[in-house]
């Protein structure tokens, strides 16, 4: 899972960063305005921290250019403004949720965890994502079929969860160079294949009746065969 942290205190954003990275997330920051609206509606991103107070562009006016242009990535607020009315115009923006600070770490990653259930289009029991035969979970990085199981490296697990999350629906290239290396990553579309080929062998080994499908020329998709 890959999240955005847009918070124009740096010390804050990197310790949000290093919190999630510990929960096994993905975390990107950027701080104002501008650039974290360019990066919400990227379609990357899983789920975006917001603060309300930002330079270039406030958190309130982010928010409702980011739902105006239908995206409809998570969005939970962090911010120090307490008020009821900041608390509704933020819900009323179109946030997810709306977290004051200061915040216990623990609240905070409760609130992550209600919204990435919310937005999953797969099915999640706990903290496992299934599709077909297969159960993935997140804090062991283990991908199961009945009495068979195998870790996956962190770049293996990120990839096949995304594949999960999708089920039928194809995965890009693209989408999954974006979501999985990020934008600063020099990964080619040969990085992704040769991952996708780990991922085929340990669905091989374990058995699985859960296939990744290549769409030629575009990426792939999970089908689940008899």
């Known amino acids: 899972m890959r999240i955005l942290i847009v918070e124009d205190e740096v010390r804050l954003a990197r310790t949000l960063a290093d919190l999630l990275k510990r929960q ?4 990107d920051m950027c701080h104002d305005g501008v650039s974290g609206l360019d990066n919400a509606a990227s379609g990357i991103y ?9 330079p270039g562009m406030d958190g309130f006016t982010l928010l409702q250019e980011l739902r105006a242009g239908g995206h409809s990535v998570p969005v939970l607020m962090l911010t120090a403004r307490s ?6 115009h933020g819900l009323d923006s179109g946030a997810d949720y709306y ?3 200061p915040f216990e770490p623990e609240e905070l990653l409760a609130c992550i ?4 259930r919310r937005g999953n289009s797969g099915v999640r029991l706990d903290d496992a994502l299934t599709c077909g035969d297969l159960h993935l979970e997140s ?4 991908l199961s079929c ?20 999708n089920g039928t629906q194809i995965v890009t290239k693209e989408q999954l160079l974006l979501k999985v290396w990020g934008y600063d990553s020099d990964a ?7 991952y996708i080929s780990f991922l085929r062998r340990k669905l091989t080994h374990l058995h699985s009746a859960v296939r990744i499908k290549t769409i030629r020329m575009v990426g792939y998709c999970l089908e689940v065969t008899p």
Not at 24 to 27: D, L, N, P, Q, V
Not at 139 to 142: A, S
């Open 24 to 27: 096994g997330y993905t975390a």
């Open 139 to 142: 804090g062991t990085f283990l």
């Open 46 to 54: 899983d789920l975006v921290l917001l603060d309300a107070m930002l």
């Open 188 to 194: 080619e579309d040969n990085n992704v294949e040769v």
């Open 83 to 88: 008020d009821v009315t900041d608390k509704v």
């Open 113 to 116: 965890r209600l919204l990435l």
């Open 99 to 101: 977290l004051t600070k």
């Open 146 to 165: 009945q009495e068979r199981s195998v870790r996956l490296s962190r770049r293996e697990y990120d990839l096949m969860e995304l594949l999960m999350r």
